[in-house]
């Protein structure tokens, strides 16, 4: 009789990978990603231990890590590993850890994933409710369960947790929405891409002192357009 694999071993070969999605391959990634200004060693610490290759299509696997973004369904990408390492890095500010965390457009998790092995709390809304089942599962097989979900509007954040240390948002409003601004703490920083869908986008970060927000830019991106309403 062949021995049986039992269920924690099937899950840790699924998690580790084989060939072009194994973990020395996660590892070369997160080594090209140390030679850019995504340098931040918390980052790429987390990076190096969330598994990509969950996060993407099986027919993408062998591309899951390439320094690029991917198809996800439903007109959206999963972000190039690039993008979310610098991204988060701009939302730590050199902290290890933050507390509470808006994500606005959860898509596949992935970048979810990350801030959840970074916060102590992520309130990640996503406008299509087809996108959000599947994220919630990934997380629940990483065993991440720091993380509430909701089917929102992201130009609405979701009020009802603020104020929150750090918002995220991966896809580009023409330009900021008020209401997000209005839901950071103080000392709270608002990373996302602002512009037009079909223009020049540029990342941008906000920064609370009190009543007073800061701006600074850093550098263009090409994001999916941030849209207003739902889908279940």
């Not at 070969?13 to 084989?18: F, K, N, Q, V």
């Not at 996060?55 to 690039?82: K, M, N, R």
């Not at 992201?154 to 948002?169: E, K, Q, R, S, T």
């Not at 927000?213 to 090409?222: F, Y």
Request: a positive charge; one cysteine or more.
């Amino acid at each position: 009789m062949m021995p049986t694999v039992d269920s924690a071993t099937k899950r840790r070969r699924r998690l580790d990978g084989i060939g072009m999605t194994s973990r020395r391959t996660r590892e070369r990634l997160i080594a090209r990603l140390r030679e850019k200004d995504a340098a931040d060693e918390t980052v790429l610490a987390v990076m190096a231990e969330v598994p990509r290759h969950l996060f993407v299509d099986e027919a993408l696997a062998s591309h899951a890590y390439d320094d690029t973004a991917l198809p996800a369904g439903h007109d959206q990408t999963i972000s190039q590993p690039f993008v979310v390492a610098l991204m988060t890095q701009l939302l730590l500010n050199g902290r290890r850890r933050l507390g509470r965390v808006l994500e606005v457009g959860t898509g596949t998790g992935y970048q979810t994933a990350i801030l959840a092995h970074c916060c102590d709390k992520v309130f990640s809304v996503e406008r299509i409710g087809a996108l959000l089942r599947p994220a919630q599962e990934r997380l629940s097989e990483l065993r991440l369960r720091n993380v509430r979900f909701a089917n929102r509007d992201g130009f609405d954040g979701w009020p009802a947790h603020a104020p929150y240390d750090g918002i995220l948002v991966t896809a580009a409003p023409p330009a900021v929405p008020p209401g997000l601004t209005a839901q950071l703490a103080d000392g709270g920083r608002l990373v996302l891409p602002v512009g037009p869908a079909d223009g020049v986008q540029r990342l941008c970060v906000h920064t609370r002192t009190g009543g007073r927000i800061g701006k600074e830019w850093r550098g263009d991106v090409a994001f999916v357009p941030l849209r207003k309403g739902i889908t279940r």
